[in-house]
């Protein structure tokens, strides 16, 4: 099946700054795969809105009509894993353009990502390269951090 493939090694945020949607997916990516979900969270502790919960699989979710981009979170982050392409407010998400491509068509973001780092293509998950699918439509290709055994 054809996803949106992002390769979190290779994406520079600069090149793809115009599409507010890259900021979601970056957003997704690194609260799934790169934080490192401490047991004490200070990031979440850290809003002055409570606009960051930690979700029962030690999951982040920012609530966008909470946030004031205040960028307490990033600060407060021990791992400096919150950058701020992921904290302003956004008024619209991606939506993966989901019912919006005809064939074979890719998503505008795909077509002017000049680094590579932004694929659609057929994507198959894949633990021992590093690559994971989100859903139906998102595949992401990070090197994620797991937190050692016995801490």
């Known amino acids: 099946m054809k996803r949106l493939f992002l390769d ?3 994406f520079d ?3 793809c700054a115009e599409y507010s949607c890259m900021n979601a997916l970056l957003e997704s990516t690194i609260f799934t795969y790169i934080c490192r979900h401490c047991d004490e969270a200070p990031c ?3 809003c002055p ?3 960051l919960e ?3 699989g030690q999951d982040l979710k920012r609530f966008n009509n909470r946030c004031i981009s205040c960028k307490s979170c990033m600060i407060a982050c021990p791992f400096g894993t919150i950058v701020p392409q992921v904290v302003p407010y956004l008024s619209k998400r991606c939506d993966l353009c989901i019912g919006r491509l005809k064939g074979d068509e890719a998503p505008d973001c795909v077509k002017n990502c000049d680094d590579g780092a932004l694929e659609y293509r057929e994507v198959e998950e894949s633990p021992d390269k590093y690559v994971y699918v989100l859903n139906d439509y998102l595949a992401v290709h990070c090197m994620p951090w797991t937190k050692p ?3």
């Open 8 to 10: 979190l090694e290779k």
């Open 13 to 15: 945020p600069r090149k």
């Open 44 to 46: 979440v502790n850290s």
């Open 49 to 51: 809105k409570d606009a």
């Open 54 to 56: 930690k979700l029962p």
């Open 149 to 151: 055994q016995g801490i």
